[in-house]
């Protein structure tokens, strides 16, 4: 009971010791992953995304920018203008000119339309006729109806197959300002979006066009987007409208993948707004990998502290326990630990009623030792007495320090009859046993009474029994076992 009640102490201290070690290891980790994870996010949101942003931003005027600047230049260009004015009369001489536009800018395609013979001009000459009424050439029509200078379209290319083009369409005015066409460049779609591929590639961001309608009209090959209306995408339909207001600056967004960084850059030479997205996952890769090391490390030394505080605490029980049970001078159990010790042996006896011999000691002339050589050197007769008794003693026996120069023995599953003889050998080896104190040599005599347990009677009127065998040994002459008288 006393063993179970210790062990469930210990115990309960453990588990105070994990819950608190594992919080503090745990709240410590944390709280730096949850800081290190915002300094890494505001880091990414106000200087990293933003430069990202700015480089693409750069690259994409050099690169996509550039067919509005040819365009542009083919629509002021004095040649095109003059051979408007001048009747369109060398067919040969604009085919030239196309071709040659196509050939040095490195366009898909390159154009010119007419308002006043709607003649459509390629690189190969006249392709068609233009028509209000023909659906493939509404895209004329509304050049030549808007007020803007040039608009920035997605239609197939007749004169390549129907290649999915992007086409700069602008608009052409004679030295008057009267409208003479449109005219300019187109490059393929798959080309575009190859071209954001490689930025994608190259900066690991996701890249993608939207209109000022909040549509997606461009992207790359692995973006995941597809062309459709940002308002019913997951995350994004939240705050497409503010977006498209603000035109420019850093957004969050969480979807099914999780939280998503946006910087967003207005081109008005595109008419589009040009999407950089990162995904957070993604940047906090390492630091979640950091985390879960950092977590795992936390167990092992809250497992490790837990284990040597297990065996410090159990060392240092057992050592208090001890020092509470065993007499120090003898190195013997205590009365207090008799008391504990002694119910057990009787609850084992009322399982298993196993006769239980008791034997009182008492050393002779203790007192004249103690004047011969002072109370040190009686100390030290107890002490080699006791060594002496234990060695004659089996395991399962108990010797306690009963007090003073007494000494209690509890013989387990012995008879009456063995507990005599027990004591009797007990006397010989004491009485053989040669003592000394400083190299003086002492004898040493012991008296002993024996008594056993009844099964009826308690402990201290069994110990009272073997009292009253000392005594009669005493009063016999010493040196001697008495037998307790029955009562």
């Known amino acids: 009971m006393y063993s179970a009640h210790r062990i469930f102490k210990r115990q309960r201290l453990l588990l105070w010791l994990s819950i608190l070690l594992a919080a503090g290891f745990f709240a410590t980790t944390l709280s730096s992953y949850y800081v290190s994870k915002q300094a890494i996010l505001n880091a990414i949101v106000a200087q990293e995304l933003p430069l990202t942003s700015s480089n693409i931003y750069s690259e994409i005027q050099k690169d996509l920018v550039r067919p509005v600047l040819i365009s542009s230049t083919m629509a002021h260009d004095t040649f095109l203008r003059d051979w408007v004015v001048d009747g369109e009369q060398d067919v040969g001489a604009m085919a030239r000119y196309l071709r040659e536009i196509k050939t040095r800018y490195g366009a898909f395609s390159s154009f010119f339309v007419s308002e006043r013979s709607a003649n459509y001009y390629t690189g190969d000459g006249i392709l068609k006729q233009v028509s209000p009424k023909a659906s493939r050439d509404v895209w004329y029509y509304r050049v030549r109806a808007m007020s803007e200078p040039y608009e920035i379209n997605v239609d197939p290319d007749l004169a390549n197959r129907d290649a999915l083009t992007i086409f700069v369409n602008y608009r052409v005015f004679d030295f008057d300002g009267r409208f003479l066409g449109a005219t300019g460049v187109g490059l393929t779609v798959d080309a575009v979006r190859h071209l954001i591929s490689n930025y994608q590639q190259r900066f690991q961001r996701t890249i993608y066009f939207v209109d000022a309608h909040g549509k997606t009209v461009l992207f790359g090959n692995q973006s995941g ?263």
Request: proline share 2%.
């Open 225 to 487: 987007r597809q062309e459709t209306d940002l308002r019913a995408t997951p995350g994004l339909r939240d705050i497409v409208d503010r977006i498209l207001r603000e035109k420019s600056g850093s957004y969050q967004f969480r979807d099914s993948h999780g939280l998503h960084l946006l910087n967003v850059n207005y081109v008005p030479e595109l008419k589009w707004y040009l999407f950089v997205e990162k995904g957070v996952d993604a940047a906090l890769a390492d630091i979640r990998q950091t985390l879960y090391v950092n977590l795992a490390v936390c167990l092992g030394i809250t497992l490790l502290v837990l284990f040597l505080t297990h065996i410090a605490l159990a060392r240092y029980q057992q050592r208090i326990e001890d020092m509470a049970a065993t007499d120090k001078l003898t190195g013997l159990l205590n009365r207090q630990a008799f008391s504990i010790l002694i119910d057990k042996t009787f609850a084992e006896y009322r399982r298993d009623p196993r006769p239980i011999s008791i034997l009182l000691i008492d050393i002779d002339h203790f007192k004249s030792i103690n004047d011969r050589f002072g109370h040190i050197g009686g100390d030290r007769i107890l002490s080699q007495v006791a060594v002496s008794l234990q060695k004659g003693l089996r395991a399962s026996d108990i010797a306690i320090r009963w007090g003073g120069e007494e000494f209690l023995v509890v013989l387990k599953g012995s008879t009456l009859e063995q507990g005599q003889h027990v004591a009797e050998q007990l006397r010989l080896k004491i009485e053989q046993t040669q003592f000394a104190v400083d190299a003086q040599p002492v004898s040493v005599t012991v008296s002993i009474g024996v008594s056993q347990y009844d099964g009826a009677e308690s402990y201290e009127q069994a110990i009272g029994r073997a009292d009253a065998g000392l005594y009669a040994a005493k009063h016999g002459g010493r040196n001697r076992v008495c037998v307790a008288p029955r009562a």
